[in-house]
């Protein structure tokens, strides 16, 4: 199965998030825009795994449930990677919680370097994706729509098995790991 460990963020975050895509495809042609279900907080890309692999990362990472509590992000702003310049990812940005997601992401990178998986080469930016285009092409100011400074809850980490279609990619939970720690506390 092609998976992935992502943060799972709220429903009414999402219908949010999918409001604004809605309001920039008007402005913006080239740009296939991520759906609904399709947002979230990616931590880790595996691509091809089997099963038994699925089941062994979380047992290896099943230490964060008790080590991370629930936390608030607050959704930032519009960017893109590489950069604005050369827009191929168009993501939001967070602003409050930023350190939590990183935690857990080096966490979750160090417990399963000792099991042989490879460390990210790539600088860690949390985001959320809202769409990505095929050809590079500058991400204007006046194409983006202004974000609400809406704060939501991080508490679900999740697996999940992404099935590529002609409309997109098809997400299906595997297992999740509920945060109930008290590490995070504290931090922004």
Same mark, same amino acid.
């Given at each position: 199965?092609?998976?992935?460990?992502?943060?799972?963020?709220?429903?009414? *975050?999402?219908?949010?998030?999918?409001?604004?895509?809605?309001?920039?495809?008007?402005?913006?042609?080239?740009?296939?825009?991520?759906?609904?279900?399709?947002?979230?907080?990616?931590?880790?890309?595996?691509? %091809?795994? %089997?099963?038994?692999?699925?089941?062994?990362?979380?047992?290896? *990472?099943?230490?964060?449930?008790?080590?991370?509590?629930?936390?608030?992000?607050?959704?930032?702003?519009?960017?893109?990677?590489?950069?604005?310049? $050369?827009? $191929?990812?168009?993501?939001?940005?967070?602003?409050?919680?930023?350190?939590?997601?990183?935690?857990?992401?080096?966490?979750?990178?160090?417990?399963?370097?000792? *099991?042989?998986?490879?460390?990210?080469? $790539?600088?860690?930016?949390?985001?959320?994706?809202?769409?990505?285009?095929?050809?590079?092409?500058?991400?204007?100011? $006046?194409?983006?729509?202004?974000?609400?400074?809406?704060?939501?809850?991080?508490?679900?980490?999740?697996?999940?098995?992404?099935?590529?279609?002609?409309?997109?990619?098809?997400?299906?939970?595997?297992?999740? *790991?509920?945060?109930?720690?008290?590490?995070? %506390?504290?931090?922004?």
């Amino acid at each position: 199965m092609r998976a992935f460990i992502a943060l799972e963020i709220p429903g009414e *975050i999402r219908t949010y998030l999918q409001s604004i895509t809605k309001s920039m495809a008007i402005h913006m042609d080239g740009v296939k825009w991520v759906n609904r279900e399709g947002q979230h907080v990616t931590l880790k890309f595996f691509g %091809e795994i %089997e099963e038994t692999k699925a089941f062994k990362i979380r047992e290896t *990472i099943s230490h964060i449930e008790k080590r991370y509590a629930p936390f608030v992000v607050t959704l930032k702003g519009i960017d893109a990677f590489p950069g604005k310049k $050369r827009a $191929r990812v168009i993501v939001v940005t967070m602003e409050k919680g930023v350190d939590n997601i990183r935690g857990i992401f080096n966490d979750i990178e160090d417990s399963l370097s000792m *099991i042989g998986v490879e460390k990210e080469k $790539r600088d860690f930016t949390p985001h959320v994706t809202l769409g990505r285009r095929k050809m590079p092409m500058p991400l204007l100011d $006046r194409d983006m729509t202004r974000l609400e400074e809406k704060s939501f809850v991080l508490d679900n980490l999740v697996l999940f098995s992404s099935t590529l279609t002609r409309e997109g990619a098809i997400y299906n939970p595997v297992w999740e *790991i509920k945060l109930g720690g008290e590490e995070s %506390e504290g931090r922004e």
